[in-house]
C-alpha cells in the first residue's frame, strides 16, 4: 500500500537534486566532512521540497494526466492515491522541510522559499506561457546551484551560474522537443506546445548548447578559475561537457527518446560512461594534481 506513496516521491528525479554539489566541488571542499554533511543536507531539503511540488503538480493536473498516454498512471491521476491523502502526505512532508531548514541558515532557505515560489507559479500560470515554462525550469537548476553555495556559505562563480542557466534551458527545450514530437501524431498534452514549432525549438536548443558549452569552457580558463586551481587543465574537461550535450541531442533528435531526461541520462551507457570520466578527471585536476 505505501508503493503508490513513494512514486508520487518521484525518487529517481532526485538526481536533479545533484546540482548542489556543484559548489562544493569546485570550491575544493569537496573532501571536507562538514561540508559534505551540508550539502548532503542540501540535497535530502532539495529533494524533499521538489517532491512537494510534485505532489502539488499532480493534484492540480490531475484532470488533464487522465487525457496523457503515460501521466495517466500516475498515483493520483489514476485514483490510486486519492487526492484527500495526497494532501495529508504532502502537508506531512511540509512539516519534515520547515524541521529540517531550521538545521540551515538564512539564505538556503530564502532559496527554498523562491524555488517554491517558482515552481507554484509554473504549475499555476508559468506553464502555459511559451518562453517562460522554459526559463522557469532553467530557473530551478539555478536555485540548485545557488543553494548548494549558500548552504556552505562560500562564493559562487557568476560562470558556473551561467552554465547551469544554459544547460537547465538545454534540458528543458530538449523536453519539449520529444512532447512536440509525440503530439503530432497523438493528442495535444500540453496547452503550451501549440505555440512552439519544431524549428523554433531547434534554434533555441542550438544556442542554449552553444552557450553551455561556451559559458563552461569560459570558466576553465578564467584567469580566477586558473588562480584557484594552479593550472590550466580543466580546460580539458570541455571535451566530456561537449560529448555530453551531443550525445543527449543525438538520442533526442535520432533515436526519439523519451521526454524525460534523467531517464535518457540513466538508461544510456555512453552518457553515464561519459559522466563518471568527466567526474573522474574533474576531481584528479582539482584535488590531486599536485600530489601527481
Not at 42 to 68: C, L, P, Q, T
Not at 254 to 264: H, Q
Amino acid at each position: 500500500m505505501l508503493k503508490p506513496y513513494v512514486r508520487l516521491l518521484r525518487t529517481s528525479h532526485w538526481i536533479k537534486n545533484l546540482f548542489v554539489f556543484a559548489p562544493v566541488l569546485f570550491s575544493k571542499h569537496f573532501f571536507g566532512i562538514n561540508y559534505l554533511r551540508e550539502v548532503a543536507l542540501g540535497f535530502v531539503i532539495f529533494s524533499i521540497v521538489s517532491s512537494i511540488v510534485y505532489i502539488f503538480n499532480d493534484i492540480i493536473d490531475a484532470e488533464a494526466d487522465r487525457a496523457h498516454p503515460v501521466k495517466k498512471f500516475r498515483p493520483i491521476a489514476s485514483g490510486i492515491v486519492p487526492v484527500r491523502n495526497a494532501v495529508i502526505f504532502l502537508s506531512v512532508l511540509s512539516l519534515i522541510l520547515v524541521l529540517l531548514l531550521f538545521l540551515t541558515n538564512i539564505k538556503f532557505i530564502l532559496a527554498i522559499i523562491v524555488y517554491i515560489l517558482l515552481n507554484v507559479a509554473y504549475t499555476m500560470i508559468f506553464k502555459h506561457m511559451v518562453i517562460l515554462d522554459l526559463m522557469c525550469i532553467a530557473g530551478g537548476f539555478m536555485l540548485r546551484v545557488m543553494g548548494g553555495g549558500f548552504i556552505i556559505m562560500v562564493p559562487l562563480s557568476s560562470w558556473l551560474i551561467l552554465t547551469t542557466l544554459f544547460i537547465s534551458l538545454f534540458l528543458a527545450v530538449m523536453k519539449r522537443r520529444s512532447e512536440l514530437i509525440y503530439v503530432t501524431t497523438g493528442p495535444k498534452t500540453r496547452k503550451v506546445l501549440e505555440e512552439y514549432s519544431l524549428y523554433f525549438i531547434d534554434q533555441v536548443s542550438s544556442i542554449s548548447a552553444a552557450g553551455v558549452i561556451l559559458s563552461y569552457a569560459l570558466y576553465t580558463v578564467s584567469p580566477k578559475t586558473v588562480a584557484n586551481f594552479n593550472t590550466e587543465n580543466l580546460v580539458y574537461s570541455t571535451i566530456f561537457v561537449i560529448f555530453g550535450i551531443f550525445r543527449f541531442m543525438y538520442l533526442v533528435f535520432k533515436k526519439s527518446k523519451s521526454e524525460n531526461a534523467v531517464e535518457l541520462i540513466l538508461t544510456d551507457v555512453p552518457m553515464i560512461l561519459n559522466i563518471f570520466l568527466y567526474s573522474v578527471y574533474v576531481i584528479v585536476v582539482i584535488y590531486f594534481q599536485s600530489r601527481l
